[in-house]
C-alpha cells in the first residue's frame, strides 16, 4: 500500500500569510495526487487535482506542484474561508488509491 | 449544481446491518461512476468501494476490508445509490461519503456528499 504523509499536522497562520502543505508518498505516484479542502460541518470539496490542476471554480491562490514523491499546496493569502482541514490523496493506483491524515490550517 | 446526499447512518450492533443510500442531483447519474468512501475516526479517510455505470458495465469493486461484507447497488431510475452493509464490525464505525468517481475532473473523488455517521457498538 502506499502511505500518503502530510506535514504538518497543523499549521497556525493569520489572514493574509501563505501556506504551505506538505504531502509525500511512499513510492511514486506519478502526477496521481488531489487535494481537498474539508471545513467543519461540510463535504470535502476537491481543489487540485494531477498535482497541479485547479478544479472548476477553485480560485487561483490555491496552487499545487510536484511529482513522483513530493508534493505541496500552497494558499497565496489565506482568506477567512480557507481555514479547514486539506487531504492529499494518490490515486495512481485508483482505486483504492490512498489519502493522507490531513493538515489543519487555523488561525 | 451537483448535490449529493447521504441517508441511513446510525447507531447498530456489532453484526448487524444497515443500508446506505445516496441521492444525487445535477448530474446524469446513469452515466456516473461513483463511490463509497469513509472517514474512520483517527485513521483518516479509506475507499471502500465503487460501482460504475450500467453503461460501462455495473460492475463493482471493494476495499479489501469490506470484500463480502458490504455490496453496492444502484437505482438509476431513482438517482440513488446504495451500500448494504451486513456484518457490522467496530471497526466499520466511520462517516460515510458518496462521491462521484472521475465525474468532470481527471479525479476520482471530484464530488462529496455531506456524509452520514455509523456507529457500530453494543
Known amino acids: 500500500e502506499i502511505v500518503m504523509t502530510q506535514s504538518p499536522a497543523t499549521l497556525s497562520l493569520s489572514p493574509g500569510e501563505r501556506a504551505t502543505l506538505s504531502c509525500r508518498a511512499s513510492?511514486?505516484?506519478?502526477?496521481?495526487l488531489a487535494w481537498y479542502q474539508q471545513k467543519r460541518g461540510q463535504a470535502p470539496k476537491l481543489l487540485i487535482y494531477?498535482?497541479?490542476t485547479r478544479a472548476t471554480g477553485i480560485p487561483a491562490r490555491f496552487s499545487g506542484s510536484g511529482s513522483g514523491t513530493e508534493f505541496t499546496l500552497t494558499i497565496s493569502s489565506l482568506q477567512s474561508e480557507d481555514f479547514a482541514v486539506y487531504f492529499c490523496?494518490?490515486?495512481?493506483?485508483?482505486?483504492?488509491?490512498?489519502f493522507g491524515r490531513g493538515t489543519k490550517v487555523e488561525i | 449544481e451537483v448535490q449529493l446526499v447521504e441517508s441511513g447512518g446510525g447507531l447498530v450492533k456489532p453484526g448487524g446491518s444497515l443500508r446506505l443510500s445516496c441521492a444525487a442531483s445535477?448530474?446524469?447519474?446513469?452515466?456516473?461512476?461513483m463511490n463509497w468512501v469513509r472517514h474512520v475516526p483517527g485513521k483518516g479517510l479509506e475507499w471502500v468501494g465503487r460501482?460504475?455505470?450500467?453503461?460501462?458495465?455495473?460492475?463493482?469493486d471493494y476495499a479489501a476490508p469490506v470484500k463480502g461484507r458490504f455490496t453496492i447497488s444502484r437505482d438509476d431510475s431513482r438517482d440513488t445509490l446504495f451500500l448494504q452493509m451486513n456484518s457490522l464490525k467496530p471497526e466499520d464505525t466511520a462517516v460515510y461519503y458518496c462521491?462521484?468517481?472521475?465525474?468532470?475532473?481527471?479525479?476520482?473523488?471530484?464530488?462529496w456528499g455531506q456524509g452520514t455517521l455509523v456507529t457500530v457498538s453494543s
Open positions: 494531477n498535482a497541479s
Open positions: 462521491t462521484t468517481d472521475h465525474w468532470v475532473a481527471a479525479a476520482p473523488n471530484d464530488y
Open positions: 490523496q494518490q490515486y495512481d493506483n485508483w482505486p483504492p488509491g490512498t
Open positions: 460501482i460504475k455505470s450500467k453503461v460501462d458495465g455495473g460492475t463493482t
Open positions: 445535477g448530474i446524469i447519474f446513469r452515466n456516473a461512476w
Open positions: 513510492q511514486s505516484v506519478s502526477d496521481k
